[in-house]
């Protein structure tokens, strides 16, 4: 656990000690699911803020000592995560100039093996949370959304400007692709859009039109054409080409999970069956 490492690591630091005593007193809300929970910390101390006077003078005071050097709360608080990949350099130093028949070479190593799992716990959830917040700023960009972005296991792959072909002209579109979703916008004033069509890739398929050529659209090399099931979309743009390999790859694998988990699922039930099956076998 990261409580034990960083007990292991620095067992005479004071504010370290004050950090783990905090985080073991800590609970999450029980209603919070892991999404929540990350919007959770993200708002806790501004939430705080805004609620408490007696809070915020205290924040306020807290902050203007001249040993916090000019750093707010936020700050503060990611520091002790900030400091576990500078530990991780230091141990790995240590361990590389330490001879394999000193006494404590063994224990130098397994503490190099567990804050390099804690590391990669940091470094994951780092990109769960900035997924979260990229996420969060699109739902809220969106008018006219008819589904929630938000989602768990749902992941922000890219956005940006397209052409969309329409019946009379070609009209730019802002084009957001996530893991399972689709979806193009229409522009409108201070960063807002418009939604146009939340397409599932799960029922998408995207080809390249190189052969058509289009009054709509005088001059463009070739378009890519989306369907999914009585939706069809052409687009094109000068990144076009980039956004027909990774929506392809986002399609391709959404549809490898969806066929691993079908998989588990009669593997599963392949299970029950036989298990009734003695089950019955016994009982007879």
């Not at 003078?57 to 902050?63: K, V």
């Not at 039930?269 to 099956?277: I, S, T, V």
Request: glycine share 4%; aromatic share 8%; proline share 6%.
């Amino acid at each position: 656990r990261s409580s034990d490492l960083l007990s292991y690591i620095c067992p005479q630091n004071v504010y370290c000690l004050s950090y783990l005593r905090i985080l073991g007193s800590f609970k999450y809300p029980a209603h919070l699911s892991p999404l929540a929970r990350s919007k959770f910390d993200f708002s806790l101390p501004k939430d705080c803020t805004k609620k408490s006077s007696d809070f915020a003078r205290f924040r306020a005071e807290q902050e203007s000592r001249p040993d916090c050097c000019a750093l707010g709360l936020p700050s503060l608080l990611i520091m002790p995560v900030q400091r576990v990949p500078r530990c991780k350099l230091l141990l790995d130093d240590l361990l590389k100039h330490t001879p394999q028949d000193d006494p404590e070479w063994i224990k130098l190593r397994s503490a190099c093996r567990q804050i390099g799992q804690v590391t990669t716990h940091i470094n994951e959830h780092i990109r769960t949370h900035d997924n979260f917040r990229q996420m969060l700023r699109i739902q809220n960009s969106l008018v006219g959304m008819g589904a929630e972005i938000l989602a768990p296991g749902r992941k922000f792959i890219r956005e940006g400007r397209l052409m969309k072909v329409c019946k009379r002209k070609s009209k730019e579109r802002m084009c957001f692709l996530f893991s399972d979703l689709f979806i193009y916008a229409r522009p409108e004033n201070a960063g807002s859009f418009t939604c146009r069509a939340v397409l599932p890739l799960m029922f998408c398929s995207v080809a390249r039109v190189d052969d058509e050529e289009d009054p709509r659209a005088p001059g463009v090399p070739f378009f890519v054409r989306i369907s999914c099931k009585d939706v069809s979309v052409l687009l094109f743009g000068d990144e076009i080409q980039s956004w027909v390999g990774d929506l392809s790859k986002a399609i391709e694998e959404l549809r490898d999970q969806q066929k691993m988990l079908l998989e588990q699922i009669k593997v599963r039930a392949g299970r029950d069956q036989c298990h009734k099956l003695r089950q019955d076998i016994a009982s007879s």
